[in-house]
């Protein structure tokens, strides 16, 4: 992408040289840029249209498929969209940024076939700048990236940009110990930020209340246009509070699979945030 945006300042700085001289030349370079530039437009479409479809449906559940049966995925989505899901969460691990195990692309690829819901994608995992545009290909519509993997700010708003640029809603996401400063510089301009409200790697944790601070806190800046999104242990006792502070999108593992009835536990969730 980097390469991607040099190549077209490289292109209007002689867009612009050509069009003093010749304007024939400059139409010439125009039709050149224009895949480039439909490109650029398709992909802010894109975003435009996942961000206002889960800023109308908010406050939302959106069912992580963590403890899912991997057996019937296809199942597993279609009940979840069924009982009422608007989005769907997935939970990338590496296995080195969390003690733990899941999926990579294909999962989410075969997760693409099985619904046209928005696709969030949770990356727990290092160097995720690595594989972006394989998990956009795959069909990822929000790709949210850790600030604990980046090594500064600015890693983490390029990473942001580069989200952008491939079409997809930017999140970034912050453990329970990690402290809003850290995210100071890139809250305005991001789409989502996620308050880890457990330690990630695993479900059915305790729910760990500091995350509703933050959400507090961003909720009230002005500056912050993001969707705000809590994950960790959010279930019948601690769903409502999340919703209060301002939680635009709740994730919720094993509070919804470890029911028999998604649609009921379903209801009985969004009865808490309604
Ligand atoms: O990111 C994670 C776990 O790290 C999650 O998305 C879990 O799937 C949430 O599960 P519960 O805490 O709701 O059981």
Same mark, same amino acid.
């Given at each position: 992408?980097? /390469?991607?945006?040099?190549?077209l300042?490289?292109?209007?700085?002689h867009?612009?040289?050509?069009?003093?001289?010749?304007?024939r030349?400059? %139409?010439?370079a125009?039709s050149?840029?224009?895949?480039?530039i439909?490109?650029?437009v398709?992909?802010?479409?894109? /975003?435009?249209?996942?961000?206002?479809q889960?800023?109308? %449906?908010a406050?939302?559940?959106?069912?992580?498929?963590?403890?899912?049966? &991997?057996?019937?995925? @296809?199942?597993?989505?279609?009940?979840?969209?069924?009982?009422g899901?608007?989005?769907?969460?997935?939970? +990338?691990?590496?296995?080195?940024?969390?003690?733990?195990?899941?999926?990579?692309?294909?999962?989410?690829?075969? !997760?693409?076939?099985?619904?046209?819901?928005?696709?969030? +994608?949770?990356?727990m995992?290092?160097?995720? @700048?690595? &594989?972006?545009?394989?998990?956009?290909?795959?069909?990822?519509?929000?790709?949210?990236?850790h600030?604990?993997?980046? /090594?500064?700010?600015?890693e983490? !708003?390029?990473?942001?940009?580069?989200? /952008?640029?491939?079409? !997809?809603?930017?999140?970034?996401?912050?453990?329970?110990?990690?402290?809003?400063?850290?995210?100071?510089?890139?809250?305005a301009?991001c789409?989502?930020?996620? $308050?880890?409200?457990?330690?990630p *790697?695993f479900g059915?944790?305790?729910?760990?209340?500091? !995350?509703l601070?933050?959400?507090?806190?961003?909720?009230?800046?002005?500056d912050?246009?993001?969707?705000?999104?809590?994950? *960790?242990?959010?279930?019948?006792?601690?769903?409502?509070? $999340?919703?209060? %502070? *301002?939680?635009?999108?709740?994730? +919720?593992?094993?509070?919804?699979?470890?029911?028999?009835? &998604?649609?009921?536990r379903?209801?009985?969730?969004e009865?808490?945030?309604?």
């Amino acid at each position: 992408m980097g /390469r991607d945006k040099t190549s077209l300042t490289f292109a209007n700085q002689h867009l612009v040289c050509l069009w003093a001289d010749d304007r024939r030349f400059a %139409a010439l370079a125009c039709s050149f840029l224009l895949p480039e530039i439909l490109l650029l437009v398709t992909a802010l479409n894109h /975003r435009e249209q996942i961000k206002s479809q889960l800023r109308s %449906a908010a406050p939302a559940i959106a069912p992580s498929i963590l403890l899912c049966d &991997y057996a019937k995925l @296809g199942q597993e989505i279609a009940d979840l969209q069924a009982a009422g899901a608007q989005l769907m969460h997935l939970d +990338v691990m590496d296995g080195h940024f969390v003690p733990n195990f899941t999926f990579g692309m294909t999962i989410v690829e075969a !997760a693409r076939r099985s619904t046209d819901l928005p696709l969030d +994608v949770h990356l727990m995992m290092e160097n995720p @700048g690595r &594989y972006l545009k394989q998990f956009r290909e795959a069909g990822a519509d929000v790709l949210t990236v850790h600030e604990e993997v980046c /090594r500064d700010q600015q890693e983490l !708003a390029d990473l942001v940009a580069e989200i /952008r640029e491939l079409g !997809a809603l930017a999140g970034i996401a912050i453990n329970p110990p990690t402290p809003l400063e850290k995210i100071d510089q890139v809250a305005a301009d991001c789409d989502l930020i996620l $308050c880890m409200s457990v330690m990630p *790697g695993f479900g059915g944790q305790k729910f760990d209340r500091t !995350a509703l601070d933050k959400l507090r806190t961003l909720h009230e800046r002005e500056d912050v246009d993001a969707l705000l999104e809590v994950d *960790g242990g959010v279930n019948l006792e601690t769903i409502a509070d $999340c919703a209060q %502070a *301002g939680a635009n999108l709740l994730v +919720v593992g094993s509070a919804i699979s470890s029911g028999e009835n &998604y649609e009921k536990r379903f209801r009985q969730l969004e009865q808490l945030i309604r």
